[in-house]
């Protein structure tokens, strides 16, 4: 059982369907993150939240927005998604400084 | 020249046997390495930091060749439970702005299957 959960487990949407992904980390960490893992591609930062401050955004289109309320909890908020990212969307924690991170289960979206 | 890259496989080797995957980098200033393993449908954890010196955690060896920028994992004596993916992981490339020294960067993967 890792620290680190994640809600839901799977998730389909439609286009043009609002939902939200959740996070809450169970470690004591200061630092978030959410990636996304597409088939035959390695994982992909999309955010990086130290100290609920968000101090990455890797490019990532509008129609994601994330949310830190705290140190343990993050959310991913979606609407008007494409087909193509349909992907595991999966959230990690660690310590400020230190590069082990601890991931949760993941959300596998499917967007039809 | 990707960030992090992998022969993606699959391996498939016998119980037993010794397996090696290795991993190339393309920032000569990356200074943490690690791998990851993910089983099939789960998240990754964390298997082993790579140290300049090398390490060893039981039948599994890491090295870094700084000099030619790869690192290897070493399995001995494969266990059926070793079947999963082995990724690659790096310390974020200093051009990925921000906090820069919170950022891994991940292979795709190599995925290995240890048969009966």
């Known amino acids: 059982e890792t620290g680190v959960t994640q809600t839901p487990r799977h998730l389909v949407m439609g286009m043009t369907n609002k939902k939200s992904l959740k996070c809450e980390q169970h470690?004591?960490?200061?630092?978030m993150y959410w990636y996304k893992q597409s088939a035959k591609k390695p994982l992909e930062l999309m955010f990086v939240y130290n100290f609920k401050e968000q101090t990455e955004n890797n490019s990532v289109p509008s129609r994601f927005s994330p949310e830190c309320p705290n140190s343990s909890h993050l959310f991913l908020h979606l609407h008007t998604l494409q087909p193509e990212d349909s992907a595991l969307y999966l959230c990690?924690?660690?310590?400020?400084?230190?590069?082990?991170?601890?991931f949760g289960p993941g959300t596998r979206l499917t967007v039809t | 020249r990707k960030e992090v890259e992998q022969d993606p496989g699959p391996f498939n080797v016998p119980e037993g046997a010794t397996v090696a995957f290795n991993c190339t980098y393309s920032n000569s200033a990356s200074q943490s390495f690690f791998w990851y393993r993910q089983d099939c449908r789960k998240e990754p954890k964390l298997l082993m930091s790579v140290y300049s010196s090398g390490n060893e955690d039981g039948r599994f060896t890491a090295q870094l060749n700084r000099a030619s920028q790869y690192i290897s994992l070493l399995i001995r004596d494969s266990k059926l439970s070793d079947s999963a993916t082995y990724l690659c992981v790096v310390k974020g490339s200093p051009r990925i702005s921000g906090a820069g020294s919170y950022q891994l960067t991940f292979g795709k993967g190599t995925k290995l299957s240890v048969i009966p």
């Open positions: 470690l004591g960490h200061n630092a």
């Open positions: 990690a924690s660690s310590q400020a400084g230190n590069y082990e991170q601890y």
